[in-house]
Structure formats: C-alpha cells, structure tokens
Nanobody, 123 residues
Framework: QVQLVESGGGLVQAGGSLRLSCAAS????????MGWFRQAPGKQREFVEA????????DYADSVSGRFTISRDNPKNTVYLQMNSLKTEDTDVYYC????????????????WGQGTQVAVSS
C-alpha cells in the first residue's frame, strides 16, 4: 500500500507561481510512475503531467506546456509540480497519483491517489 499526501496549494494571482509537493510513504515499486491530475467540481479528472521514477520518461497536457514542470526527488520520495504563469483556468483541486506501470494520461490506470490540494488563481 502507498500513501500519497499533497501540499503546497493556495491562492495566487494570475501570472504567479506555486510549487506543489506529493510525499509518498509505504510500499513502493521500482517501476512506478507518478502523475499529477486536476479536477473542478462536477468535472472529470484531467491529466496534467506524469513521469517515471528515473525522470527519463515524461508526458504533459498541452494546456500546461511551457508553464508546468514535473520533477522528483527520490531520496525524499517526493514528486513536485512547479506551476508558473498561472491562469484562472488552472483553478482546481490537484491530485498526485502513483502507477505501477509506466507513464500514462489515463486516471483509471493509476493505483493510489492523494486527497488533493486546492489551487485558486484570481484575476
């Protein structure tokens, strides 16, 4: 079992930055990948970015290309999402998830999820 805890969300103005963290604990697998998703009330969960444990395989949504960067710190067992040039459209609850397979955009392929952290971007 893997436990994931997100942190770093908050309220920022458009154009600002936030750095989200996802700390993992419990049993992990060497082949696991990590992903970030976001979800607004009444909406489907949306893929943001993902990477494998080595960092050699990454994927990202077009909507965040050039603005968001996913990274990981293996000694700390933590994955990050650096969000720059934030837009009001980025307002969502952000979730991290682990996947025993490889990098994928599909939420149903992830095995464990955090509880989410709120990001609100004001104009």
């Amino acid at each position: 079992q893997v436990q994931l805890v997100e942190s770093g969300g908050g309220l920022v103005q458009a154009g600002g930055s936030l750095r989200l963290s996802c700390a993992a604990s419990g049993r992990t697998f060497s082949t696991s990948a990590m992903g970030w998703f976001r979800q607004a009330p009444g909406k489907q969960r949306e893929f943001v970015e993902a990477l494998n444990w080595s960092g050699g395989d990454k994927d990202y949504a077009d909507s965040v290309s050039g603005r968001f960067t996913i990274s990981r710190d293996n000694p700390k067992n933590t994955v990050y999402l650096q969000m720059n040039s934030l837009k009001t459209e980025d307002t969502d609850v952000y979730y991290c998830a682990s996947n025993r397979g490889g990098v994928t955009r599909w939420a149903e392929e992830y095995d464990y999820w955090g509880q989410g952290t709120q990001v609100a971007v004001s104009s």
